[in-house]
């Protein structure tokens, strides 16, 4: 198996209206049945370089609802990924592996993994500083690990949980 490569594009205001079309069609095909839709990842903070993937998370009450999502999310063009190991949350994925566009979360609203990931959006826009931080790492990063996507992310895991630990002692969630 091919490993895809870590490519960072810099910011563009593209991303929030790429954000706003795949929300508007993922409301249209399962909208009636969730409870929240967020941009999260480095797409979602502004000056921040990016993998050009749009990563959205749908909060609902229950997982166990995602599989009456495959067939109308299909017809918008996102397709499931079955990830065992993962149970916190369910993953669809749009555009070819590898060289997907959109990476769709769905996972319990305000559980851990709906908290984290905003939290850790929230504190990266109040806080130009941790921005700054982060894109000096993601770069030394993605030229050690350009041809190794897995190690890149794990790698940024120590940075992500500090930040995550700053902002619930902030934001109190």
């Not at 999260?40 to 609902?60: E, Q």
């Not at 555009?95 to 566009?101: K, Q, R």
């Not at 769905?106 to 984290?116: A, G, L, N, R």
Request: aromatic fraction near 10%; proline fraction near 5%; hydrophobic fraction near 35%.
């Amino acid at each position: 198996m091919i490993k895809p490569n870590v490519i960072l594009n810099e910011y563009t205001i593209e991303w929030e209206r790429q954000f706003e079309y795949e929300k508007n069609r993922i409301m249209a095909a399962i909208g009636n049945q969730i409870d929240g839709i967020e941009h999260i990842g480095s797409t979602s903070i502004r000056g921040l370089m990016a993998k050009p993937i749009i990563d959205i998370m749908v909060g609902v009450r229950s997982l166990e609802r995602t599989s009456a999502f495959v067939k109308p999310l299909s017809e918008v063009d996102y397709e499931y990924v079955p990830k065992p190991e993962v149970t916190e949350r369910k993953f669809f994925r749009k555009g070819l592996w590898g060289n997907g566009t959109c990476h769709l979360h769905i996972c319990v609203i305000h559980s851990t993994e709906w908290i984290e990931k905003t939290v850790f959006r929230d504190y990266l826009r109040k806080h130009p500083e941790s921005v700054e931080e982060y894109a000096l790492l993601k770069c030394k990063l993605a030229i050690k690990y350009k041809y190794d996507r897995p190690a890149y992310t794990q790698q940024k895991e120590p940075f992500i949980k500090n930040i995550i630990k700053h902002a619930r002692i902030e934001f109190q969630r």
